[in-house]
DNA sequence: ACCTGAACACCGTTCAAGT
DNA sequence: ACCTGAACACCGTTCAAGT
């Protein structure tokens, strides 16, 4: 008979990086970031706060951490460079990158201050760096790949802020459609690279 | 001799909502968001913490929805719509405007993450509906004009979101000119206007 | 009207102890 | 190795009290 370690005396999961970070996320996209203390982590987890610490040594920051990677950290191209459909097509691949980025970003609305922080600057490393590779293997010369992986960035992180805090139009009643007015602000960056 | 309101019997200048705002700015600025708590807001002002309340019912929520107007409530015209020059160079203006209102984020980096919040959604409508004025003065038809201003804010803030971040060049260790790469991206998306 | 002081319920984190 | 329980220093906020 083989011990089975995932399951403790208690006949619970054990803790893991990965289970914490998933629970701090539904405490944050459900009640809020104010609300994702150490202790009702722990509560979610059906563990005492203080246990967390062994996983994350760093405690609370490590965890904020965390979530940043685990939302904002997101390729804009597979690993592999022998996809050639992106290379026949980068504006497509950036059109799509772009849509989905955003989504992410609206359905973690809560870590959207913790993206716009100091904190683990190595999350979106990754994410420029595909943007760029994606930009170069389409012709794009370095320099402008470089600068047009950062506006393409920046606008669809600012375009997030502005739909969480719903800037509305002017004082008028009328309704933003977000979804198209994502789509146009996107095609005119994308058309004038 | 006529009694001086703004001198209490401690000889000291009694609390004003603006006094305070600028007391938290200055905490935030030079310790960050983190350290901005209303016992050491309080000391900054020579006051019991409690005294805050008395100016700020909503208390530490209402201090932070004044950070904000504070800091991105800016116009990108003056009030006065007789001003000639900026209707005659709308692209001017709103260059003029973004150069600003970016350097006003970075110079109070530390209340970014408060910007990209559902805090005080007032904050930046009076911007909003600016941007949106300079370009239908522009000669900019209603509907563009209202799409363009939030494709430029959005870029805005994105980018010192960026910066703030300082996400680096793809792990090379050469240096990002943030400021000719944020002109770059400015007139791409004012040219594509 | 404006501010103080004590109190309350919470928070992140440390540390010794258990298993 | 992994988790608990008590403890510490701090936090936002309420409330009765002072002037």
Redesign the pocket.
Known sequence: MVRQPQI???N?A??SIERIIEAALRIVDGQGLG??????L?DAL??????I???L?????Q?LDGLVAHVAAAPAAPASPADAASAAAPAGTLRAWARDYRARLLAHAGVLPLVVTRRNPAALTETVASLREVLRRGGVAEDAAAATAHTLLAYVIGHAALEVRNTDEDGADRAVDWDARFDAGLDQILRAS
């Not at 059906?46 to 246990?51: G, L, S, T, Y």
């Not at 040594?57 to 920051?61: A, F, H, L, V």
């Open positions: 403790n005396a208690q619970r054990p803790l609300r994702l203390t150490m202790r009702r722990g059906e563990v005492e706060a203080m246990a610490y062994h996983h040594p760093r405690g609370k920051e965890l």
